[in-house]
Every structure is written in C-alpha cells, then in structure tokens.
C-alpha cells in the first residue's frame, strides 16, 4: 500500500520505521515544527521527522492542516497529499487535529467493502478508555493495572471512530508513563503491520459507551499533595515521569521527584509531608490517612536526576523535615 503518515514523538518513530521496513510504501510525512528543547532551548526536529529524513522521505510540518488557518503553507501540503494517491493514512501521536476532509483524502484499504476506512489511528489505551491526549500517563495516574493499544479508523471525532484491533498490556508497579510508552510503541507497530497485511480479517467495531477522558497534562499537576494517600502519590509520580515531572519543596528549594513507591506495611502519626526516615534505600515520608511513601529519586533545581543513596550525600534530610 501507499502509505501517508501522520505522526511526531518516538512512540510514533517505532510504527513509521516499522512500514519503512515492511512491503508497503511511505510515500509522504507530516510532523510538528520544529519545537526548542533542552537548558539552550534550540530547536529540535521531532522524531519522526528526523526518521523521514534518514529515509529521504518527504517530510512536512504545517502548523495547522485547516486551511483557513495555515493560508497557503497548508494548502501547498493538502495538495501533496492529494497528488500522493495514497491508499491510506496512518496517524499515531500526530498531536493535530487532523480534519474530516484529509481524511478523505486516501482511496481507502477496502474501499469497495468499507468506503469511509481511509485513515487508521494508534491509540495508546483500550479505547474507549482514555480518550484523548494523554492516555499512558492518566492511565497510570489512576492505577490501572491493565491499558493498551486500540487500533481504530479515524472520524472527525477525539478517538471516537470504529476500532479495528486492541491489545492489553499489563501495567507493573515499576513502569512510568516513559517504560509503558517504550512498550505500548511496540506493540502499536507491530499490530499495524499485522492489520495493514490482511485489513479484511479486522472489520471495524463500534465503540462501547463508557468513554474516559485523557487530557494534557499540565506542569501544576505535578505539585504533590501530600494528604493524598501514598499509593495515589506514587501513581502520580510515575504517571509524571519522564514529563512534565512531579515535584515538592523542602524550605525554599523546590525539588523534584521521579520515582517513588507507597509502603503498606507501614503506618504513621506524622503530619502529612514530615520525614519520617532517610537512608539509602529511601526518605520515608507520611502521606494522607497514616500512609507512608518511600521516595528512591529525586532532583534538585539545575542538577542531574539521583537515586536516594547518592542524593542524600550531598543532601541529607532530617527526622521531622517537612515537604510541602
């Protein structure tokens, strides 16, 4: 098939390199623009650009694809895509709203058995769960055990059209919203090659109610509370982790904390945010309801991130310090 694809952070790399490397062709590529990134703030072309280009595909980046915003950069693209005659588009994290009209564009994969399946999107949950931009991290944050990829055909609706295949995978204790990314962009990949090999064998599915919303998450969320319970904490923490990131302040310093985990067998008296405990295997600090949250990596303002043991060499927290 010919192939236009939609798509721009690593978890979309995994799938264009998969249709790179399989029988069909990429005929053409949308990414974001260039965004700045890192301490220098350089602009950094998104991964699957910086794919596209290794591969000397054709790459655009209109920041919009509605017309009567973008003028005449996202016309000139809506043309190419137009003259790709591409049998169909594959979105994954493209982060545009992409138009009931480009989605038109493609001729379909079975055009004569279901005329309107012309675009197919890679969501990251059992849809309709976790509808949305962010459904990894939200998944996490409310402690699943269990999320996924939903391959579905796109409608002019948030990840609303039929699904044509889902998958589960197991959310463990230890995996943050990075770890199940890493994964779940795999899996995503290979049922798209497997879908893409024999469409018919995937009818699409109308999606049951019950429809969850993933919404972006926003760097203020990251602020702990700490009279939630520890495991609520912890969920967040790795639901936060590699972004925006979770933090706290211990007197004027704001700290930031990366991966944490809630300890069942303990209870405590403390104030919520006191520090109970400080080792190498952990800073003990109470949490909501006599709850208790053993912090393993942290890091401070304009220093690199640290497991707990190195961290407190060069700062040591005290029996009774507060975490706000």
């Known amino acids: 098939m010919r192939i236009i694809f939609a798509g721009t952070p690593e978890f979309a790399a995994k799938a264009l390199e998969a249709l790179i490397q399989s029988e069909h062709e990429v005929v053409m590529v949308l990414s974001q623009p260039d965004r700045p990134a890192g301490r220098g703030r350089k602009l950094k072309e998104s991964a699957v650009k910086a794919l596209a280009k290794q591969h000397h595909i054709p790459v655009y980046t209109p920041l919009t694809l509605r017309v009567e915003k973008g003028g005449e950069e996202t016309a000139e693209v809506l043309a190419k895509m137009q003259e790709a005659n591409a049998d169909v588009l594959v979105v994954a994290a493209y982060g545009l709203i992409v138009p009931q009209f480009v989605l038109d564009i493609p001729s379909g994969v079975l055009p ?70 890493e994964t779940l962009s795999r899996v995503g990949a290979e049922m798209l090659i497997e879908y893409l090999r024999d469409p018919e064998a995937f009818p699409p599915l109308p999606q049951p109610e019950g429809a969850t919303y993933a919404s972006k998450l926003a760097k203020a969320e990251g602020k702990i509370d700490w009279t939630a319970s520890a495991d609520k904490i912890a969920d967040k923490v790795r639901a936060f982790n590699p972004v925006p990131g979770c ?57 690199k991130q640290l497991d707990v043991r190195d961290f407190i060499a060069g700062h040591a927290f005290s029996k009774g310090e507060v975490l706000k």
């Not at 069942?264 to 949250?293: D, F, M, N, R």
């Open 112 to 181: 004569q058995k279901y005329p309107t399946l012309k675009a197919v999107n890679i969501h990251g949950s059992l849809l309709p769960q976790w509808r949305g931009a962010a459904p990894i991290a939200r998944a996490i944050e409310r402690g699943d055990k269990e999320t996924g990829i939903t391959l579905m055909q796109m409608d002019a609706g948030l990840d609303t059209g039929p699904m044509l295949m889902k998958r589960s995978v197991e959310i463990t204790p230890e995996d943050t919203a990075g770890d199940l990314t």
């Open 247 to 303: 933090f706290c302040t211990c007197g004027d310093e704001v700290l930031k904390i990366w991966m944490a985990f809630a300890e069942p067998e303990k209870k405590t008296g403390e104030a919520p945010g006191t520090v109970i405990e400080s080792g190498a295997k952990g800073i003990l600090a109470a949490c909501g309801g006599g709850s208790v949250l053993r912090i393993t990596r942290l890091q401070r303002p304009g220093g």
